[in-house]
């Protein structure tokens, strides 16, 4: 009995995986438990949260002069334009801070995909987003939705001020403004992808598409209720419904059921469009082998 006893105690201190009770314990680490787990979407989107927010944490400056330059042309647009027609433009005042809130938030989403994909083809780093196991369009959309969201941060502040300048009151109801807005400003998101896919395929286009943000201004003054078909274009309908939002106060769920519905089947529209002219400007130009020329 003590040979028996002796040996299996000599057995259990020999086999650390076997514990006091007898049962037994895996200490190694199993090939399932080193695998790394999968990036999913949600790490991707905090990943590109996360460095846009340091972008402007590292470099406030640039953040700090793209509202002072926002404001010093709504300053010139003011004070120039009270000067020289008064009560008129006093009278329409509303609508003008309305109509320049708009634009600088879709100058913002414009941009944010169409320079940052112009940054990505001069610097060389294109073709990293190429390799990715997302594929190249979800994350230059998610970096395009990190841009807008730092955008309405910055327009806040830039329709603060204007509100402070002018003395002038308006509806601010952040739920219908924020969905009004962040759906108009998807189709701009669209124009964006379009303009990022001809990037990356012609390579130095920025005249032209700096050229386009002015035209926000002509889509954004839109006589929508003159000429009903130019509901259909980005920004028109979506403007038309900020102003009586913004300045008549009225709330997202006392627009018609038709009204909303078009707002967003043009936003879904123009983004499925650029969408599509994204990736077939990316695709040929992998097809011609200039994706990472410049």
Known sequence: ???????????????????????????????????????????????????????????????IGGIVVALFFFGVLFYGGRALTGRALTDSIEGIIVGYFLWTLSVGAYSSVSNDLGSEVQWGTLERHITTPFGFAPVALLKGVAKIVRTFL??????????????????????????????SITSVLGLGFAAGG???????????????????????????????????????????????????GVRLWEFGLLDVGLLVGVAGGYLAGG????????????????????
């Open 198 to 248: 001809v990037t990356v395929l012609y390579k130095r286009i920025g005249n032209w598409l700096n050229l386009l943000q002015f035209g926000f201004v002509v889509l954004i003054s839109a006589p929508v209720f003159d000429a009903p078909w130019t509901r259909v274009l980005p920004l028109a309908h979506g403007s038309a419904l900020l102003q009586r939002a913004m300045v008549d």
């Open 275 to 294: 969408y599509l002219v994204f990736q077939y400007a990316t695709r040929r130009a992998r097809r011609l082998g200039v994706l990472g020329d410049y």
């Open 1 to 63: 009995m003590t040979d028996d006893s002796d040996t299996t105690t000599a057995d259990t201190t020999a086999d650390p995986a076997v514990s006091a009770s007898g049962a037994t314990v895996s200490s190694a680490p199993t090939a399932h438990d080193s695998e790394p787990k999968p990036a999913t979407y949600s790490h991707l989107a905090k990943a590109v949260l996360y460095r846009e927010y340091l972008i402007f944490v590292r470099y406030p400056a640039n953040a």
């Open 154 to 183: 910055t327009s806040a502040v830039i329709l603060a001020v204007m509100l402070l300048l002018t003395g002038t009151q308006l509806s601010l109801s952040p739920f219908t403004v924020v969905v009004i807005a962040g759906l």
